[in-house]
T-cell receptor
Framework: SQQGEEDPQALSIQEGENATMNCSYKTSINNLQWYRQNSGRGLVHLILIRSNEREKHSGRLRVTLDTSKKSSSLLITASRAADTASYFC????????????FGEGTQLTVNP | GAGVSQSPRYKVTKRGQDVALRCDPI?????LYWYRQALGQGPEFLTY????????KSGLPNDRFSAERPEGSISTLTIQRTEQRDSAMYRCASSLAFSTDTQYFGPGTRLTVL
């Protein structure tokens, strides 16, 4: 079963705008990872945030983690058309051990 | 260095045939994982190895699915007597050390069972 649930399922914005995607999960975790998948291509790792961290930055990406609410958010600032992709959160640890448990993803479309 | 590679990239087979999917992890990575991804869904865990030892195979859907990593490097996922419901993208990932590290994914093998 999928532990992570992304919200929204689909998001369409204009180039230059910010995009925020949320992820909720059910059980305790060791870390939470965000991945991007372009149409028909592989999964690319974006960022990992550990359970004892609250916020992390990487370039135009900002990830937050609230373990009390079992939720995370991914913010992409100043979006580009090339950011168009599906974004997945995946949790690792807790009862799921070493497996990554993925959500169903958010489809982001950035219009030029 | 090179990333995770998988072969074949595409496999079309007839129902009832056996297929073997290969994964070559990043050199030096201890852990290797197999996932299956249906269209429009996130990947679902199948099994994983630390070195040559299969640590968790609880995600394998039934006994037609098996995996091995005999020398702690390349892994093969075998599906016997394939069925149409086995059609999916099969993804392999590897990580440097146990469990808590970033998992790097290969391009996947698209399996179609006719």
């Amino acid at each position: 079963s999928q532990q992570g649930e992304e919200d929204p399922q689909a998001l369409s914005i204009q180039e230059g705008e910010n995009a925020t995607m949320n992820c909720s999960y059910k059980t305790s975790i060791n870390n939470l990872q965000w991945y991007r998948q372009n149409s028909g291509r592989g999964l690319v790792h974006l960022i990992l945030i550990r359970s004892n961290e609250r916020e992390k930055h990487s370039g135009r990406l900002r990830v937050t983690l609230d373990t009390s609410k079992k939720s995370s958010s991914l913010l992409i600032t100043a979006s580009r058309a090339a950011d168009t992709a599906s974004y997945f959160c995946a949790t690792l640890g807790g009862t799921s051990g070493s497996r990554l448990t993925f959500g169903e993803g958010t489809q982001l479309t950035v219009n030029p | 260095g090179a990333g995770v590679s998988q072969s074949p990239r595409y496999k079309v087979t007839k129902r009832g045939q056996d297929v073997a999917l290969r994964c070559d992890p990043i050199s030096g990575h201890v852990s290797l994982y197999w996932y299956r991804q249906a269209l429009g869904q996130g990947p679902e865990f199948l099994t994983y190895f630390n070195y040559e030892a299969q640590q968790d195979k609880s995600g394998l859907p039934n006994d037609r699915f098996s995996a091995e990593r005999p020398e702690g490097s390349i892994s093969t996922l075998t599906i016997q007597r394939t069925e149409q419901r086995d059609s999916a993208m099969y993804r392999c990932a590897s990580s440097l050390a146990f469990s808590t590290d970033t998992q790097y994914f290969g391009p996947g093998t698209r399996l179609t069972v006719l």
